[in-house]
């Protein structure tokens, strides 16, 4: 079984800053898609990014496109987003996601249906 746990949310003002970070266990970085979703109230679940941990390729969202960045500790089974120059829009429940595959590699876009596993969430607030 795959387990997946975030942490580092909470409450901060426009243009601050906060880093996610998810821990995985049971669960294997080499060559497989990872990523970052989140769901504001009253909206649909969004893609944030992705990362291959084959190296070479990241995705972003265009809405968070040169402010959030997702990077993976291998050695520390981690997943992080560091975001930057947070706006209120941002604010929403955010959740990392595994995949078994690559299947993230090269598109344009983020599917949900790529990732079996998810983690319970944590929730981000951005204050005007």
Not at 102 to 115: D, L, Q
Request: aromatic share 14%.
């Amino acid at each position: 079984q795959v387990q997946l746990v975030e942490s580092g949310g909470g409450s901060v003002q426009a243009g601050g800053s906060l880093r996610l970070s998810c821990a995985a266990s049971e669960y294997s970085y080499m060559s497989v898609c990872m990523g970052w979703f989140r769901q504001a109230p009253g909206k649909e679940r969004e893609g944030v990014a992705t990362i291959y941990s084959g190296g070479g390729y990241t995705y972003y969202a265009d809405s968070v496109e040169g402010r959030f960045t997702i990077s993976l500790d291998n050695a520390k089974n981690t997943l992080f987003l560091q975001m930057d120059s947070l706006k209120p829009e941002d604010t929403a429940m955010y959740y990392c996601a595994a995949s078994l595959h690559g299947a993230c590699v090269g598109r344009t876009f983020i599917e949900s249906t790529w990732f079996p596993y998810w983690g319970q969430g944590t929730q981000v607030t951005v204050s005007s």
